[in-house]
């Protein structure tokens, strides 16, 4: 089989004649952790229920680990454990109720799998209490257990620091990794705190109003690969230097010059600027975060 | 809503009410008593024959009068017959006994009362899961969307079983308290048909009371199964539990009043509220709108009951989850 877990290929959906998801594409393979980004109203949730066969879409088709879920929901529902805009479970059951009364629903699940992934998710001691009585923090972790008890192959996992603590998400992130590391199972995550995103996940997706802005990018390379930007000087005299001798268009921008050069040869061309007598003020990276990539790629958003 | 919390709630509405039906029946018959025979108190010898008879006489003076309706003459007409029958073959109409009162009870809650407790369980049973969210966990598990609804509806008949049953055990077991008589041996009679304005007793057979119970029970057991499954339609569309409730309560109510001012209408005996009375059919002196008769009735129900279930079934397929 392809390693590919998860496969949406040119997938829209159209309510009431407005078109919501434009053609969206995106690949996850094994072991990878996704994150999917997007402003508010971009169509990350619908996305997201159409994976997970809450909705169905207009056209394009959506496959997990090869099996369409539309026409073999089943099987494809059984690699796929997920939380869709937040951890709603039976209230007036306790937390491990719940989960066995999910775990019947699923083929195969042990009471040793469930007692695991409670101790997964830390748990433990307030398992047997009432959902009523829970945090939002502890609902979000029993929203991750029955999500993973049945051994899913993908894990979507939709605003999943929402009502955590710090230590709750630092936990979150490591169990993330963990999972992907270890169990081989690929994470999507969708999130609005981007700074999450940027330290749990390998790759990145974002979207705008129903289309992808970026597909499947590498997080490192793309932090990497940034513009850099100067303050000398001389900047006119800079641009010139940075044509002639590295063939880099460089832009100047009010007091700024502004060129797209891999970090590596910055040290190089630095000490080139102070050969060529030119005073370095300062220098940095363009986009020094995902959020400013985000917020560049995603400029001009308005809500339609 | 938990359905534990509502079958509590339930079980606390019928013995209030059974209880209130017990003392209000006991007091009427101890009135009646006193009426009759001008002597207070004595409830366990009397003539009860001379009491019917007195009855009859006091229907025929109702008859004879002046200012009566035609068709009404007819039903008290009816009524006298079915008396004199009762006297003819030594049959106590009188005298409540637990039996009496448990099947009388079904016969006065099967076109409202029963169906209102139903619908209180079975309004929120599709719509309770999209208002509390809980139906995207359900729908994302590696279950077909049509087992989840089965599995949910299979939950309503069982919730609609255990009121009919828990009402019987109420009224039999209150009703045995109050009145000290079973009377579930007794003897009565069914059967009766009406032909022109005449009462037919050449098909009427003589059962026990306990089978005439089962009988009644069943019927409402019937109307019962047919009033959740409508409910469980009316939530799985409208996807919120009170809407959902309330459109069950507007054309219960509604086809109540239809069946007064429309008599007229014959599609009115097509709509299902107009055919909860079952009961009424076995004491023949009922007929709502022309045409209707006990097997019509089971029919019609039964049909609407089957395209609320394929309805269901389609919408709950289709339907995209929002919550």
């Given at each position: 089989?392809?390693?590919?877990?998860?496969?949406?290929d040119?997938?829209t959906?159209?309510?009431k004649?407005?078109q919501?998801?434009?053609?969206?594409?995106?690949?996850i393979?094994?072991?990878?952790?996704m994150?999917?980004?997007?402003?508010?109203?971009?169509?990350?949730?619908?996305?997201?229920r159409?994976?997970?066969?809450?909705?169905k879409?207009?056209?394009g088709?959506?496959?997990?680990?090869?099996?369409?879920?539309?026409?073999?929901?089943?099987?494809?529902?059984s690699?796929?454990?997920c939380?869709?805009?937040?951890?709603?479970?039976?209230?007036?059951?306790s937390?491990?109720?719940?989960?066995?009364?999910?775990?019947?629903?699923s083929?195969?699940?042990?009471?040793?799998?469930?007692?695991?992934?409670?101790?997964?998710v830390g748990?433990?001691?307030?398992?047997?209490?009432?959902?009523?009585t829970?945090?939002?923090?502890?609902?979000?972790?029993l929203?991750?257990?029955q999500a993973?008890?049945h051994?899913?192959?993908?894990?979507i996992?939709d605003?999943?620091?929402n009502g955590l603590?710090?230590s709750?998400?630092?936990e979150l992130?490591?169990?993330?990794?963990?999972?992907?590391?270890?169990?081989?199972?690929?994470?999507l995550v969708?999130?609005h705190?981007?700074?999450?995103?940027e330290?749990?996940?390998?790759k990145?997706t974002?979207i705008?109003?129903?289309?992808?802005?970026?597909?499947?990018a590498?997080?490192d390379?793309?932090?990497n690969?940034?513009?850099?930007?100067?303050?000398l000087?001389?900047?006119?005299?800079?641009?010139?230097?940075l044509?002639?001798?590295?063939?880099v268009k460089?832009?100047?921008?009010?007091?700024k010059?502004?060129?797209?050069?891999?970090l590596e040869?910055?040290?190089?061309?630095?000490?080139?600027?102070?050969?060529?007598?030119?005073?370095?003020?300062?220098?940095?990276?363009k986009n020094?975060?995902l959020?400013?990539?985000?917020l560049?790629l995603?400029?001009?958003n308005?809500?339609? | 809503?938990?359905?534990k919390?509502?079958?509590?709630l339930?079980s606390?509405?019928?013995?209030?009410?059974?209880?209130?039906?017990?003392?209000?029946?006991?007091?009427s018959?101890?009135?009646?008593?006193?009426?009759?025979?001008?002597t207070?108190?004595?409830t366990q010898?009397?003539?009860?024959?001379?009491?019917?008879?007195?009855q009859?006489l006091?229907?025929?003076?109702?008859?004879?009068s002046?200012?009566?309706?035609?068709d009404?003459?007819?039903?008290?007409?009816?009524q006298?017959?079915?008396l004199?029958?009762y006297?003819?073959?030594n049959?106590?109409?009188?005298?409540?006994t637990s039996a009496?009162?448990?099947?009388?009870?079904?016969?006065?809650?099967?076109?409202?009362?029963?169906?209102?407790l139903i619908?209180?369980?079975?309004?929120?049973?599709?719509?309770?899961?999209?208002?509390?969210?809980?139906i995207?966990?359900?729908?994302?598990?590696?279950v077909?969307?049509?087992?989840?609804?089965l599995?949910?509806?299979i939950?309503?008949?069982?919730?609609s079983?255990?009121?009919?049953v828990?009402?019987?055990?109420?009224?039999?077991?209150?009703?045995?308290?109050?009145?000290?008589?079973?009377?579930?041996?007794e003897?009565?009679?069914?059967?009766?048909?009406v032909?022109?304005?005449?009462l037919d007793s050449?098909?009427?057979?003589?059962i026990?009371?306990?089978?005439?119970?089962i009988?009644?029970?069943?019927?409402?057991w019937?109307?019962?199964?047919?009033i959740?499954?409508?409910?469980f339609?009316?939530?799985?569309?409208?996807?919120?539990?009170?809407?959902?409730v309330?459109?069950?309560?507007?054309?219960?109510?509604?086809?109540?009043f239809?069946?007064?001012?429309?008599?007229d209408w014959p599609m009115?005996?097509y709509?299902?509220a107009?055919?909860?009375d079952l009961?009424?059919y076995l004491?023949?002196s009922?007929q709502p709108?022309?045409g209707?008769s006990?097997?019509?009735?089971?029919?019609?129900l039964?049909?609407?009951?089957i395209?609320?279930?394929?309805?269901?079934f389609?919408?709950?397929?289709k339907q995209?989850?929002?919550?």
């Amino acid at each position: 089989m392809k390693d590919e877990v998860l496969l949406l290929d040119n997938v829209t959906k159209t309510i009431k004649g407005r078109q919501i998801i434009k053609e969206i594409s995106f690949s996850i393979k094994q072991g990878e952790v996704m994150g999917f980004l997007g402003p508010n109203g971009a169509g990350k949730s619908t996305t997201l229920r159409m994976i997970v066969g809450l909705s169905k879409p207009t056209s394009g088709k959506i496959e997990i680990c090869g099996y369409s879920i539309a026409k073999n929901h089943v099987k494809a529902m059984s690699n796929v454990g997920c939380i869709i805009e937040g951890p709603d479970l039976y209230n007036y059951m306790s937390g491990i109720d719940n989960l066995k009364m999910l775990a019947s629903m699923s083929r195969g699940v042990t009471e040793r799998n469930i007692m695991d992934t409670i101790n997964l998710v830390g748990l433990k001691n307030r398992i047997r209490d009432k959902v009523s009585t829970y945090s939002l923090g502890m609902k979000q972790r029993l929203g991750i257990a029955q999500a993973l008890m049945h051994n899913p192959k993908l894990l979507i996992l939709d605003e999943p620091t929402n009502g955590l603590d710090p230590s709750g998400i630092s936990e979150l992130r490591n169990l993330v990794k963990q999972l992907a590391d270890e169990k081989n199972i690929s994470v999507l995550v969708s999130s609005h705190i981007i700074s999450e995103i940027e330290l749990m996940c390998d790759k990145v997706t974002i979207i705008k109003n129903g289309e992808t802005v970026l597909e499947s990018a590498d997080v490192d390379k793309l932090l990497n690969n940034q513009g850099v930007f100067w303050v000398l000087s001389d900047n006119e005299k800079g641009r010139k230097i940075l044509e002639e001798n590295w063939k880099v268009k460089g832009n100047i921008v009010k007091e700024k010059l502004e060129a797209n050069v891999p970090l590596e040869k910055l040290q190089e061309i630095n000490s080139c600027f102070v050969e060529q007598g030119l005073m370095i003020k300062y220098v940095d990276n363009k986009n020094k975060t995902l959020e400013d990539l985000f917020l560049n790629l995603t400029e001009g958003n308005q809500i339609v | 809503m938990l359905s534990k919390k509502k079958l509590i709630l339930i079980s606390v509405i019928l013995l209030v009410l059974v209880s209130l039906f017990c003392y209000g029946e006991n007091a009427s018959y101890k009135h009646t008593i006193m009426r009759f025979s001008g002597t207070p108190g004595q409830t366990q010898n009397y003539n009860w024959k001379s009491m019917v008879n007195q009855q009859i006489l006091y229907l025929k003076n109702i008859v004879n009068s002046q200012y009566i309706k035609e068709d009404r003459k007819n039903s008290i007409n009816i009524q006298i017959e079915q008396l004199q029958y009762y006297i003819n073959h030594n049959i106590n109409p009188i005298t409540p006994t637990s039996a009496k009162f448990t099947i009388d009870f079904m016969d006065q809650a099967i076109y409202l009362f029963l169906p209102l407790l139903i619908i209180i369980l079975a309004g929120d049973v599709v719509s309770g899961e999209f208002s509390s969210k809980t139906i995207k966990v359900l729908l994302t598990r590696s279950v077909p969307r049509w087992k989840i609804l089965l599995s949910k509806y299979i939950g309503v008949l069982i919730l609609s079983c255990i009121v009919v049953v828990e009402s019987a055990l109420m009224c039999v077991i209150i009703s045995s308290f109050v009145f000290h008589s079973g009377g579930w041996n007794e003897p009565m009679a069914t059967g009766f048909k009406v032909i022109g304005d005449k009462l037919d007793s050449s098909n009427v057979i003589r059962i026990y009371q306990w089978q005439y119970a089962i009988l009644v029970y069943s019927l409402g057991w019937f109307v019962s199964i047919n009033i959740a499954t409508l409910s469980f339609m009316v939530s799985v569309i409208v996807r919120n539990t009170v809407t959902s409730v309330g459109i069950m309560l507007a054309t219960l109510i509604g086809g109540g009043f239809l069946q007064i001012f429309l008599q007229d209408w014959p599609m009115i005996k097509y709509l299902f509220a107009v055919n909860l009375d079952l009961t009424q059919y076995l004491t023949a002196s009922y007929q709502p709108v022309s045409g209707m008769s006990l097997s019509f009735s089971t029919l019609v129900l039964c049909l609407w009951s089957i395209v609320a279930l394929v309805i269901s079934f389609i919408v709950f397929q289709k339907q995209d989850v929002l919550v």
